[in-house]
């Protein structure tokens, strides 16, 4: 098992930033890949940004050079940097772990966090 546990949502104004982290503990020897998700009220999950082990990294078209994933495999910790924030980016954020076996091939469990809300007012 793997457990997350993600930090740093908050209400924040249209335009600031916030950074969310996601440590993991336990059997991290089963994932090599993580990710943050959102979901806001009456919508469906949907992914934000992901990266591997090695850092190459993927981003949702509405967030592409706002929010930046980053990883420190010493700390097993993953980073989301959200900068100009916007109201539509209002939801509970999760942090995903999981195992690929090569780019886009996932095997085994996926692990999530329990999330941390993210408010951006107008």
């Known amino acids: 098992q793997v457990q997350l546990v993600e930090s740093g949502g908050g209400l924040v104004q249209a335009g600031e930033s916030l950074r969310l982290s996601c440590a993991a503990s336990g059997n991290i020897f089963s994932i090599n890949a993580m990710a943050w998700y959102r979901q806001a009220p009456g919508k469906q999950r949907e992914l934000v940004a992901d990266i591997t082990s090695g850092g190459t990294t993927n981003y949702a078209d509405s967030v592409k050079g706002r929010f930046t994933i980053s990883r420190d495999n010493a700390k097993n910790t993953v980073y989301l940097q959200m900068n100009s924030l916007k109201p539509e980016d209002t939801a509970v954020y999760y942090c995903?772990?999981?195992?690929?076996?090569?780019?886009?091939?996932?095997?085994?469990?996926?692990?999530w966090g329990q999330g941390t809300q993210v408010t951006v007012s107008s």
């Open positions: 995903k772990a999981y195992r690929l076996i090569r780019l886009g091939v996932k095997v085994g469990n996926d692990y």
